[in-house]
């Protein structure tokens, strides 16, 4: 049973920017409470004002404050759209389609161990999906990579939330090189793996998963139009052929991926 | 309250508005967000005789005011729609019209042929302008001869309302509508997209993947106007209007310029509830303007 999509107004509460090359966003909205949505799932962002920003933007959502009735955003500022985006201040208002896509499996219980692995701006779904781990009595271990320290997003909020452990290329923080040469992936054995982060990231952890019989998840983020199965542009091959990102996925079992 | 309805050839319609083909689904993808029951008309995506995969990844380029798209008329095939979504959209409160293409005249027909039985389905639009596609596509809706053989073909097969998608990527649409109009169509629908690229500089590539895709969106709008407002003079049935309509000003430019009903496109993907606020905003238009009908305003355009 699909949860129900909503076009709600949101009203900007806080922009905060992190580094040079992210904002994060938290929003409310201000007549109703936020309706319910899966770690995993996405938003259709409406970014105004340009001609050269015409179509809406899709937004993992990175995190849902149900007490303070907010919906967190973490924009990584690449283009007009994203920067737009982050332009915006408190109090402005943000129209959201939501929630799109299907979101990450959750565990069948709080015994098996889970490794949540993010690289970049992909850290983001993580934070949802680690939070909504720890209601069901769950502390999962999020496996986060950047190229730097600096890029490393949101640490305090995912060390509340889970054990982390890091990887930058330049070795300023954690272990130096990527994701999968980290030492924690060696030591322990994990019963599920979902990944969010660039895709030759998420290709090797996908290897390494398939190579340790680990079931596992990605996030893909094809590039979209409408959010909603019906443009057919965010395809992606699978073993059933061309189907939409944005209601087939985002989030796929690799073995329905055509992944080499 | 003013009269909205219209009719194109036997086919009648709470209100001219429809949603165009391959932006709005089969209209169940868009139930949360949108009353369907407050559209004219659903037009749902290209459907072919045997199901198509389409074209690569990357789809679609965003450009000013608009976009380009090469999805390239991917389909689970007329057989998939008839039986599983067909029961599903049939009994949905407005005419759902199903867009045909195909590679030859005899595919088409065959097409056509099985959604012809189908009791709750009243029209088709035949997409012969699809820019996207090698085999079939807007081959045949560059020509008059290829336009005329299609109808003929499908004319043949099919004895409902036959509405013709045209493409603008032609010297002069006038003489094409008016050869599918010798053909026996009931009705024109123009413009499908134009034809353009787009490149991305650092990789020095275009971005579709096969390079080429059909344009879209606001930025389209004065020339499919102008093309709806030649053709409206130059034929006898009923024409429908689209092309970059994103309001109800736009909406009233087409009917004014000659269109007895209009279809909303790429619109629906910045906001999913704009055709039903289109139709409302016709209406408000129509009793500010003490205006009792929509049909008072078809083609008054000077």
């Known amino acids: ?260 | 309250m003013a009269n909205l309805s219209t009719s194109i050839g036997a086919l009648q319609m709470k209100n001219p508005v429809m949603t165009a083909s391959g932006t709005f689904g089969y209209g169940i993808e868009f139930e949360d967000v949108v009353d369907l029951t407050a559209i004219g008309g659903i037009i749902v995506k290209g459907t072919t005789f045997l199901p198509r995969q389409g074209n690569d990844y990357p789809r679609m380029a965003e450009t000013p005011s608009g976009m380009l798209n090469c999805v390239g008329l991917q389909n689970k095939g007329v057989q998939y729609f008839c039986e599983t979504i067909y029961p599903k959209i049939r009994k949905i409160d407005t005419q759902m019209i199903v867009n045909v293409s195909g590679s030859s005249p005899e595919d088409y027909a065959r097409c056509a042929e099985c959604i012809d039985a189908l009791e709750d389905i009243h029209a088709i639009e035949l997409n012969i302008s699809c820019p996207n596609v090698h085999d079939g596509g807007m081959a045949f809706g560059v020509t008059t001869e290829g336009a005329s053989s299609v109808v003929r073909a499908v004319r043949k097969a099919y004895g409902k309302t036959l509405i013709v998608k045209l493409s603008p990527n032609v010297t002069d649409i006038v003489s094409i509508a008016k050869a599918v109009e010798a053909e026996g169509a009931d009705s024109v629908s123009l413009i499908n997209t134009l034809m353009g690229t787009a490149i991305d500089i650092e990789k020095r590539k275009r971005m579709l993947s096969i390079g080429t895709g059909g344009l879209s969106g606001p930025c389209v709008k004065p020339v499919a106007l102008r093309m709806v407002y030649q053709v409206a003079k130059a034929v006898n049935i009923p024409v429908i209007g689209l092309g970059g309509i994103a309001s109800a000003t736009d909406a009233i430019e087409f009917i004014m310029a000659g269109a007895s009903a209009i279809e909303i496109g790429t619109a629906n993907f910045l906001d999913p509830a704009i055709s039903a606020k289109v139709a409302q905003g016709i209406n408000d238009w129509l009793d500010a303007h003490n205006i009792a009908s929509v049909r008072d305003i078809i083609g008054v355009a000077e």
């Open chain 1, 1 to 260: 049973m699909a949860l129900k999509k909503h076009i709600i107004d949101l009203q900007v509460v806080s922009v905060e920017a992190l580094g040079e090359r992210f904002v994060l966003l938290k929003c409310t909205d201000p007549n109703a409470p936020l309706p319910p949505m899966m770690p995993g799932q996405f938003a259709q962002l409406r970014v105004d004002g340009s001609k050269e920003t015409f179509l809406r933007r899709p937004i993992s959502i990175n995190f849902v404050d149900a007490k303070q009735n907010q919906i967190w955003f973490l924009v990584q500022l690449v283009g007009a759209g994203s920067r737009a985006l982050g332009r915006l201040k408190e109090g402005d208002t943000l129209n959201a389609l939501l929630p799109l896509g299907n979101g990450f499996s959750m565990p069948v219980s709080a015994e098996k161990k889970h490794l949540l692995v993010g690289g970049g701006v992909g850290t983001a779904p993580l934070l949802y999906l680690g939070a909504q781990m720890n209601l069901m009595g769950m502390r999962p271990t999020f496996l986060l990579g950047a190229r730097t320290k600096d890029m490393l997003l949101q640490m305090e909020d995912f060390q509340r939330v889970g054990d982390v452990y890091v990887t930058t290329e330049d070795g300023s923080a954690g272990e130096k090189g990527f994701v999968t040469q980290h030492s924690i992936l060696f030591k322990q054995h994990f019963d599920r793996i979902s990944v969010c982060g660039p895709s030759p990231m998420m290709k090797a952890v996908a290897k390494f998963a398939r190579a340790n019989s680990v079931p596992c998840e990605v996030s893909l983020e094809n590039m979209m139009a409408c959010g909603l199965g019906a443009c057919l542009c965010c395809v992606e091959k699978t073993v059933k052929g061309n189907v939409c990102v944005c209601t087939e996925g985002p989030v796929f079992d690799i073995n329905e991926l055509t992944w080499e």
